[in-house]
């Protein structure tokens, strides 16, 4: 899928509109990757492309399933805790089973969003008072750094594949 862009009109459709369009940038990095390469490790870190997958598909979980909906972390439907946990692929996962993850988890976090109003607040003991505009200008941010980071790999992926 692709999301058509949008450049005017209300405030809250831009705003999801440039998430979900972070969204798919993020899972664009890694379309069409075999799954040694999805898992290669190019840098110190736990990051590799699928992790990059797996770590955004948590994030969505930690914002809306556990902060917004005041989700136990039983009740999600995937990992949720704030650590390096949110990187962890089992070697059972595929890249396209952790595809699958992060957009029901997408999914999800859109359905949970749409019963707020963008200057709804919430305190959070980390950030302080969020609202859910700022909720979800945090994930752009997120996912287009993550994007940034996918794509990075990507090229170095790429880049060693041919002679």
């Not at 440039?18 to 898992?39: F, Y």
């Not at 290669?40 to 917004?68: M, N, Y």
């Not at 945090?138 to 002679?163: S, T």
Request: negative net charge; charged residues 35%.
């Amino acid at each position: 899928m692709t999301t058509t862009r949008i450049t005017d009109g209300n405030e809250r459709a831009i705003i999801e509109n440039m998430l979900d369009r972070n969204r798919e940038a993020l899972i664009a990095t890694v379309r069409d990757l075999s799954e040694a390469d999805a898992r290669r490790r190019l840098v110190p870190s736990l990051t590799t492309p699928i992790s990059l997958i797996k770590h955004a598909a948590a994030a969505e979980r930690i914002w809306f399933q556990r902060f917004w909906a005041d989700l136990d972390e039983s009740e999600c439907d995937g990992y949720s805790a704030r650590d390096e946990g949110t990187f962890t692929v089992t070697d059972d996962e595929s890249l396209a089973d952790v595809i699958a993850e992060f957009e029901r988890a997408s999914q999800r976090s859109r359905e949970i969003a749409a019963r707020f109003d963008l200057d709804d607040t919430k305190d959070n003991p980390r950030e302080g008072t969020v609202s859910m505009r700022w909720t979800l200008l945090a994930m752009i941010e997120e996912f287009a750094r993550h994007a940034g980071h996918g794509d990075i790999l990507r090229e170095q992926i790429d880049h060693q594949a041919k002679p």
